[in-house]
């Protein structure tokens, strides 16, 4: 069974930077995307990027195209988040998610609900 452990978060003024950790286990053969996605307290977990893992192939939401970096090292089973130019209102509760990836469309893999599993969370805090 796939899990995911997140690290990397932590305390930062705006305009730094931070890289974000997945740690990939159990993964079987055959293609997986592996997504980030934030989430806030009293709302709803919104996309941040995701990635495949053979193929490479990226994909980012708007607010943090130019900022933010996903890439992955195969050999490690690590999936990262580069974030630089933080803005406060990047902070959030950071989350990894991934599911076999048996078709690309990348609108069907920024949904939550396209994933299966999930780690649990690194925080972000971006101070003023």
């Known amino acids: 069974q796939v899990q995911l452990v997140e690290s990397g978060g932590g305390l930062v003024q705006a305009g730094a930077s931070l890289r974000l950790s997945c740690a990939v286990s159990g993964r079987t053969f055959g293609e997986y995307t592996i997504g980030w996605f934030r989430q806030t307290p009293g709302k709803e977990r919104e996309f941040v990027a995701h990635?495949?893992?053979?193929?490479?192939?990226?994909y980012y939401t708007d607010s943090v195209q130019g900022r933010f970096t996903i890439s992955k090292d195969n050999a490690k089973n690590m999936v990262y988040l580069q974030m630089n130019s933080l803005k406060p209102e990047d902070t959030a509760l950071y989350y990894c998610a991934t599911a076999r990836r048996p078709f690309d469309n990348d609108r069907y893999w920024a949904k939550t609900t396209s994933y299966a599993v999930w780690g649990q969370g690194t925080q972000v805090t971006v101070a003023s």
């Open positions: 990635i495949a893992w053979i193929a490479g192939s990226t």
